[in-house]
T-cell receptor
Framework: SAVISQKPSRDICQRGTSLTIQCQVD?????MFWYRQQPGQSLTLIAT?????????ESGFVIDKFPISRPNLTFSTLTVSNMSPEDSSIYLC?????????FGEGSRLTVL | AQTVTQSQPEMSVQEAETVTLSCTYD???????LFWYKQPPSRQMILVIR??????QNATENRFSVNFQKAAKSFSLKISDSQLGDAAMYFC????????????????FGKGTKLSVKP
């Protein structure tokens, strides 16, 4: 299995600011995934992050709004830029390991 | 495109009883994986059970079992001897077995079913 740590666990942010979420995995993994879970909703994939290459974004998500870094095989960051109240969500990091997907505990962002 | 549908937004079960959560999906692929995830209030997504499409035998994990009907594209979860700790959101998810490079491993989730367990 894989153990995933996310920081921050939760945060309250002001409109127009940016916040970076960190995801640390205890094993080396090729791909890391970032999901968004809006209040009362299901999970939607934002992007897939490969080490050493540009992240691949899903339809409706753009790099300027959600820049992602993947400096090595155990770490990734997701930045939520120029936040608005519509960005209030839980953001989850996920990795595929041994044929399964494991999730971090998520970062709950509230934008005022 | 693949879709996953959970038609029960909420379900309730008496402690020690059995409950079945429904899930249907749509795909043109023949090789894929199906999952049930549990998300308690703590937000941690926990894998409950997994089914490979090529396997005819239904997966079972202790009190959790699935009824996988590939032709009908149905994948229901049965929880036996329900416990208070089973109360959570349950998500059905689909994943292609094909390697699309950056899309490998991407899960497509249903909207979830909120399960309440009454003591």
């Amino acid at each position: 299995s894989a153990v995933i740590s996310q920081k921050p666990s939760r945060d309250i942010c002001q409109r127009g600011t940016s916040l970076t979420i960190q995801c640390q995995v205890d094993s080396q993994v090729t791909m890391m995934f970032w999901y968004r879970q809006q209040p009362g909703q299901s999970l939607t994939l934002i992007a897939t992050a490969n080490q050493g290459s540009e992240a691949t974004y899903e339809s409706g998500f753009v790099i300027d709004k959600f820049p992602i870094s993947r400096p090595n095989l155990t770490f990734s960051t997701l930045t939520v830029s120029n936040m608005s109240p519509e960005d209030s969500s839980i953001y989850l990091c996920s990795v595929g390991f041994g044929g399964e997907l494991f999730f971090g505990e998520g970062s709950r962002l509230t934008v005022l | 495109a693949q879709t996953v549908t959970q038609s029960q937004p909420e379900m309730s079960v008496q402690e020690a009883e059995t409950v079945t959560l429904s899930c249907t999906y749509d795909t043109s692929e023949s090789d894929y994986y199906l999952f049930w995830y549990k998300q308690p209030p703590s937000r941690q997504m926990i894998l409950v059970i997994r089914q490979e499409a090529y396997k005819q035998q239904n997966a079972t994990e202790n009190r959790f079992s699935v009824n996988f009907q590939k032709a009908a594209k149905s994948f229901s979860l049965k929880i036996s001897d329900s416990q208070l700790g089973d109360a959570a959101m349950y998500f059905c998810a689909y994943r292609s077995a094909r390697n699309y490079g950056g899309s490998q491993g991407n899960l497509i989730f249903g909207k979830g079913t909120k399960l309440s367990v009454k003591p």
